[in-house]
């Protein structure tokens, strides 16, 4: 299958600084990709869908000037958690789509915690 | 409104079979996927029905009803290191997953 990497796997942060989480498809073109977050024992939220070239579409919910989201190439797409907070602590995961299909892969995740 | 369910925890034993089932309530529909996430980890694929129909992959195989909205992971020959969440989504008309829950599996030796 399709590779999608996602950096870093664990991050330690101070509250009300900035992380920023990239996430690439190392051997496709991830026209669509998907931010994630999961806390313990609970299942994937949809944060939010980035199309190549345009801006993401926030779920309900989800503060679009927290959590920046650029997608400006076919191959990489970033979160930026901007001034964390301890409830921000989280799991969060990136899936790559490429074109038509419909199977999305998904990157090995970030542990962030904000202390 | 959409809705995946699926049980929220099984047990099963080592070298046994176990089915998890899943039901849902989409907005259209574009295919099944059944995940599989340990601990900590990212989930990776397992399968991915679109068509009614068992599709065999190995240990692993998995069952579509669309008429009924439903489908089920087979899992043979279970092994501790099965142990995991199995987590069931549907693709929507949108080509949107819709997440269930996740099934936790215990395996016991």
């Known amino acids: 299958g399709a590779v999608v990497s996602q950096h870093p796997s664990r991050v330690i942060c101070k509250s009300g600084t900035s992380v920023k989480i990239e996430c690439r498809s190392l051997d496709f073109q991830a026209t669509t990709m998907f931010w994630y977050r999961q806390f313990p024992k609970q299942s994937l939220m949809l944060m939010a869908t980035?199309?190549?070239?345009?801006?993401?579409?926030?779920e309900q919910g989800v503060e679009k000037d927290k959590f920046l989201i650029n997608h400006a190439s076919l191959t990489l797409s970033t979160l930026t958690v901007t001034s964390a907070h301890p409830e921000d602590s989280s799991f969060y995961i990136c899936?790559?789509?490429?074109?038509?299909?419909?199977?999305?892969?998904f990157g090995q995740g970030t542990r962030l915690t904000v202390v | 409104g959409q809705n995946i369910d699926q049980p929220t925890e099984m047990t099963a034993t080592e070298g046994a079979i176990v089915q998890i089932n899943c039901t849902y309530q989409t907005s259209g529909f574009n295919g099944l996927f059944w995940y599989q996430q340990h601990a900590g980890e990212a989930p990776t694929f397992l399968s991915y029905n679109v068509l009614d129909g068992l599709e065999e992959k190995g240990r692993f195989s998995s069952f579509l009803s669309r008429s009924k909205g439903y489908s089920y992971l087979l899992l043979k020959e279970l092994q501790m290191k099965d142990s995991a969440s199995y987590l069931c989504?549907?693709?929507?008309?949108?080509?949107?997953?819709?997440w269930g829950a996740g099934t936790k599996l215990i395996i016991k030796p």
């Open positions: 989504a549907v693709m929507d008309s949108n080509y949107q997953l819709i």
């Open positions: 980035s199309n190549e070239g345009s801006k993401a579409t926030y």
């Open positions: 899936s790559a789509r490429e074109g038509g299909d419909t199977e999305a892969f």
